[in-house]
């Protein structure tokens, strides 16, 4: 079964290569930010980053579904702590971050299934289902995790917009497809509110902001003509719809490790 570009699609591809994508290009700002001052320091910060980036792709290659399964685990950890920190407490850190995380992540699978499955037989193989008879045990966990943030919210105020924001995230999920789903999300939502974590950070603590702008366009061209030169290639052997799939959610993966790294660990200890 061979899934067609449809307009959704184009739509959610469009937002996540032109708008989710690029808010890692904002990770020269952040190397800049925890140290990595000057310009050797900042070539071996580059060097690190693209280390990982390929690592990641390669592994992709050789491990598939073992490479889908960490990318969705690291994830829900880096959407969960993102969006604890928007709370701007210093409680409740692991319980909201995993109910975010879950949430966003087995919410927009639980309620697409068959075509979450899809994508991902897309981005691994036809074993993966193999996996998908366990997928009550994430969504147990969900459930549970939603409830106890419920309960929460009633002893800590800042909370409470939570419950509302996870239910709508919840009727999005339900009403449009997952590709669309994950669009709306990593673009309007957790880019959102990363960027205003960092902008602010950014504007306080550095002084070289040309610096900031430049390499945040040079970043983000790079990663625009490398996803479209890759596109160009696959698509010789693969439809544009899987080909688009492939770039980027593998493409995704890999920028995401180092760029969980940089920000959930080195980052998130010096700027809370």
């Given amino acids: 079964m061979i899934a067609e570009l449809t307009t959704l699609n184009v739509i959610s591809f469009l937002l996540i290569f032109f708008i989710g994508?690029?808010?890692?290009?904002?990770?020269?700002?952040?190397?800049?930010?925890?140290?990595?001052?000057?310009?050797?320091?900042?070539?071996?910060?580059?060097?690190?980053?693209?280390?990982?980036?390929?690592?990641?792709?390669?592994?992709?290659?050789?491990?598939?579904?073992?490479?889908?399964?960490?990318?969705?685990?690291?994830?829900?950890?880096?959407?969960?702590?993102?969006d604890w920190t928007n709370y701007k407490i210093n409680k409740f850190k692991y319980s909201v971050s995993f109910t975010y995380g879950m949430t966003i992540i087995f919410g927009i699978i639980f309620f697409n299934e068959k075509q979450s499955f899809l994508i991902f037989e897309y981005l691994t193989s036809d074993k993966i289902y193999s996996i998908q008879k366990y997928f009550f045990i994430p969504y147990s966990l969900t459930i549970l995790s939603i409830i106890y943030f419920i309960y929460l919210s009633f002893f800590e105020k800042k909370l409470r917009k939570g419950v509302v924001e996870i239910f709508f995230l919840l009727l999005i999920f339900y009403f449009l497809d997952p590709l669309l789903s994950f669009a709306i999300y990593f673009c309007f939502f957790h880019t959102y509110k990363h960027l205003k974590h960092l902008i602010k950070n950014i504007y306080l603590n550095l002084k070289n902001k040309k610096f900031v702008i430049y390499s945040t366009i040079v970043f983000t061209f790079i990663t625009w003509v490398g996803g479209l030169g890759i596109v160009y290639y696959l698509v010789q052997n693969f439809s544009l719809y899987q080909s688009l799939l492939k770039v980027i959610f593998i493409g995704l993966a890999a920028l995401t490790l180092p760029h969980m790294l940089l920000v959930d660990i080195v980052y998130r200890r010096r700027f809370k």
């Avoid at 000057?38 to 990641?56: A, G, K």
């Fill in 21 to 82: 994508l690029p808010h890692g290009s904002f990770d020269g700002a952040v190397a800049s930010l925890v140290g990595f001052n000057n310009r050797i320091q900042f070539f071996q910060f580059l060097f690190y980053y693209l280390t990982l980036f390929f690592l990641v792709i390669i592994f992709w290659l050789y491990f598939p579904i073992l490479a889908l399964t960490i990318f969705i685990i690291m994830t829900i950890i880096h959407f969960g702590l993102c």
